[in-house]
């Protein structure tokens, strides 16, 4: 049976993820009454909660008489370091492009991707059974990036399938009376376009190239075979990133069918296999067969940009709410992360802190967020860039930056990416919406999520990517303007503080909320901080009871989930995190050992 190995890139919410669903559904991997899930390659918990793939997953289908191995990649730039690993294990790239949104951020990120690897690529435009969708001009707008990402000749000969993955339709044409219920097109296409894999004459040689954990054989690594085949119990040698050699016994093969990883007692090359055996196998190592010791160029992966410090839990509610609270069960849980995921980088910061660098706020949040689900309690620090000294220069990472709102928000948006450091490269009106990019510093985008959304009032949409790193720029950006309400005092809010408290600013607090000393309970609505007290309770008298407090009507209290918590502390500031809660906090929670330092930092300043 022939091989074809073939990756799935987009911009993220183009459709992969579904578009791998019609093909496993069509190639009939399911049984008739299996009952399969939407997305059904999304197993993760927060990638079914969010809709994106975090980790890329192979899987495999079989097409008349091919095996199809296909990979699901991520789309956000964050989890780049997944997508360009990748495109080492295949030999074909289906390009997926939304027939409205058209090329995006992300797409060009992921295609350079492709076309650096030297990817034969076919597009395919999804989506077409939108009401908007503009087909002609994207396609046009494919072939325009591909010619500014310098694709050879044949690379921009590509093949282009029209289709709706949603829907399980496609055609080769673009007339939409031409759909049909199969997705055959996109397979025969795979079948004589995709080069069968490279492979190579000679004994058995592997590198794995992602990594999976399980907790009966350890690590596994996952990659092709680049020549020969092995089979269970074999013995074979690794030849270690730093140059040295360790021998070890094959435990278990993994092949992949569908939406199962099946154990196999021999494997091929050119296949797409997991291998378990060495516990501590790293991406970018050779396995070979003994005797046969010759490393493969080690995989490039592009640093981290963004780093924050992971800190043991200080507040006084520690050990409330979570499992996991030492220093050293956060370090273990930690450099166990930066095990499988090779863009994560941890150092110890001190005894009770780490640094942990990361390709950006989603893969850092994400962290956090599986962390809080385990059982761990910790606090965090305000997201920073990574500076770098190149030729003798501070520099900073940029990112490109594309969006699309509303033409009565335009104004706004310029002013605000203008404050934040923002250069605008162009600015295209399209019915209804306008569409803007810009060069921003990294850290000029700390924070600017939730104030996009405020000024769009949730109608726009805004992507970013890595770009470059740029010399350093002088002007602060990225630091909330408005102060914060702080809690004076400890324990539980009530209706009488609060109502005495809402002209002060908006509260993130409701009656009954635990608070403690030095705790952010709110927003002031001037620059400065504001130390409040929230426990507060009506002194009793003979003609007034205590118990009228459910008289008083309060405001909603302002929701922030962990991104927008993340991007709203300033440098000062701190983000609590346990199973059950979040809460925002000073680092200083002495409301008059706050007030001195406070008082030094701005004399300081002057």
């Known amino acids: 049976m022939e091989i074809r190995n073939v990756a799935i890139i987009a911009h993220v919410d183009h459709g992969k993820t579904t578009l ?15 009952v399969v899930a939407e997305r059904a390659m999304d197993s993760n918990d927060i990638e079914r909660e969010r809709g994106i793939t975090i980790l890329a997953k192979p899987t495999s289908v079989k097409y008349k008489d091919y095996k199809i191995n296909i990979l699901d990649t991520p789309g956000h730039a964050d989890f780049g370091g997944e997508v360009e690993r990748i495109m080492h294990m295949v030999d074909g790239a289906i390009l997926l492009v939304d027939a409205y949104e058209g090329v995006m951020p992300q797409t060009k990120f992921v295609l350079k991707k492709a076309l650096e690897a030297n990817l034969k690529i ?15 001009e994207v396609v046009e707008e494919v072939l325009e990036l591909l010619m500014e990402l310098g694709a050879s000749d044949e690379q921009l000969d590509f093949k282009t399938v029209y289709a709706s993955a949603i829907n399980g339709t496609c055609s080769l044409s673009p007339d939409l009376s031409t759909q049909e219920k199969t997705m055959d097109p996109i397979f025969d296409l795979i079948v004589n376009e995709v080069p069968a894999p490279k492979v190579e004459e000679g004994a058995f040689r592997f590198q794995p190239a992602l990594l999976d954990y399980n907790d009966y054989v350890g690590r596994i690594g996952i990659g092709t ?29 993994f092949s992949y069918y569908g939406l199962k990883r099946l154990e196999v007692e021999e494997a091929h090359a050119g296949d797409v296999i997991a291998i378990a055996g060495l516990a501590d196998i ?6 070979c067969a003994e005797g046969h010791e010759e490393a493969l160029p080690k995989l490039r992966i592009d640093e981290p940009t963004l780093q924050m410090t992971f800190g043991v839990n200080s507040s006084p509610f520690v050990g409330k709410e979570g499992k996991f609270v030492t220093a050293t069960k956060i370090r273990e849980r930690l450099y166990k992360q930066a095990e499988s995921d090779v863009s994560l980088k941890i150092r110890d910061n001190d005894q009770e802190s780490f640094i942990v660098s990361g390709r950006g706020e989603l893969h850092l949040s994400i962290l956090i967020e599986n962390m809080r689900r385990e059982g761990f309690e910790l606090e965090v620090s305000k997201p920073e860039v990574i500076i770098k000294e190149i030729d003798g220069v501070e520099c900073e990472p940029y990112e490109d930056v594309s969006i699309e709102c509303p033409e009565d928000t335009v104004g706004s948006i310029i002013e605000a990416l203008g404050l934040r450091g923002g250069t605008m490269e162009t600015m295209t009106n399209l019915p209804g919406v306008v569409k803007l990019t810009y060069t921003v510093p990294s850290r000029g985008l700390i924070g600017f999520t939730t104030d996009f959304m405020t000024m769009t009032k949730g109608f726009g949409i805004l992507n970013h990517t890595f770009k470059e790193y740029l010399p350093k720029q002088g002007t602060q950006v990225g630091e909330r303007k408005l102060g914060v309400l702080v809690s004076m005092e400890n324990g539980a809010c009530t209706a009488y ?29 001037k620059d400065a901080d504001l130390a409040v007290n929230v426990v507060k309770g009506k002194n009793l008298t003979n003609t007034r009871s205590a118990g009228k407090d459910h008289t008083v009507v309060l405001k909603r209290p302002k929701q922030l989930s962990l991104e ?43």
């Open 225 to 253: 075979i680049n020549r020969g085949s092995v089979k269970v119990n074999e013995m074979v040698s690794c030849v270690r990133l730093d140059g040295s050699i360790k021998k070890f016994r094959i435990q278990k093969l």
């Open 122 to 136: 076919i597009v395919v435009v999804n989506k077409v059974d939108k009401p908007t969708s503009r087909i002609n």
């Open 20 to 34: 791998v669903d019609g093909l496993l559904k069509e190639s009939n991997t399911f049984r008739e009454n299996e």
């Open 282 to 287: 790293e991406v970018g190592e050779t396995i």
């Open 564 to 606: 927008a918590a993340l991007e709203y502390i300033n440098g000062d500031e701190l983000v609590e995190i346990t199973p059950i809660n979040f809460r925002l906090r000073k680092k200083i929670l002495n409301t008059e050992e706050r007030k001195k330092y406070d008082a030094r930092i701005r004399n300081e300043q002057k």
């Open 497 to 525: 503080a609060l109502g005495q408290l809402e002209d002060r600013g908006v509260m993130f607090v409701e009656p009954g909320t635990e608070v403690y000393e030095g705790m952010i309970v709110g927003e002031a609505n």
